[in-house]
């Protein structure tokens, strides 16, 4: 459904069942970034942060404030497990607040990469 590259020059890959069945499922996804795919591509390719996560070794959060244009106050994270140093599928995709934003996403590896701008 999406390629993306990272800023690492990293290939994530976002399937479309994984958005369909898993992201905007209404009991057990995180509907809220319907029809905010191209925001999802931005995040992986121009991060505001991405951090490792600390549930999953292989797996970074992909961080970005302010993208999606109905919530600008929150950011939107974007999980991805990577299977090499140069390819990596999203798992998910959630809007979060500041205070939330570090949930489940710190301990092994902190911050990999930041840019404030």
């Given at each position: 459904?999406?390629?993306m590259?990272?800023?690492?020059?990293?290939k994530?890959?976002l399937a479309?069942?994984?958005?369909?069945?898993?992201v905007?499922?209404?009991?057990?996804?995180?509907?809220?970034?319907?029809?905010?795919?191209?925001?999802?591509?931005?995040?992986?390719?121009?991060?505001?942060?991405i951090?490792?996560?600390?549930?999953?070794?292989t797996a970074?959060v992909y961080?970005?404030?302010?993208?999606?244009?109905i919530?600008?106050?929150?950011?939107?994270?974007v999980?991805?497990?990577?299977y090499d140093?140069?390819?990596?599928?999203?798992?998910?995709?959630?809007?979060?607040?500041?205070?939330?934003l570090?949930q489940?996403?710190?301990?092994?590896?902190?911050?990999?990469y930041?840019?404030l701008?």
């Amino acid at each position: 459904m999406l390629d993306m590259i990272d800023p690492s020059g990293a290939k994530i890959k976002l399937a479309r069942e994984t958005w369909e069945k898993h992201v905007l499922d209404p009991l057990t996804g995180h509907p809220e970034p319907r029809g905010y795919e191209k925001c999802v591509k931005w995040t992986v390719e121009s991060p505001g942060l991405i951090v490792q996560s600390s549930r999953v070794p292989t797996a970074k959060v992909y961080l970005k404030l302010g993208v999606v244009p109905i919530q600008p106050r929150l950011y939107l994270k974007v999980p991805v497990n990577f299977y090499d140093d140069k390819y990596g599928e999203v798992s998910t995709v959630m809007l979060t607040r500041s205070e939330d934003l570090f949930q489940g996403t710190t301990g092994i590896g902190g911050i990999i990469y930041g840019r404030l701008k």
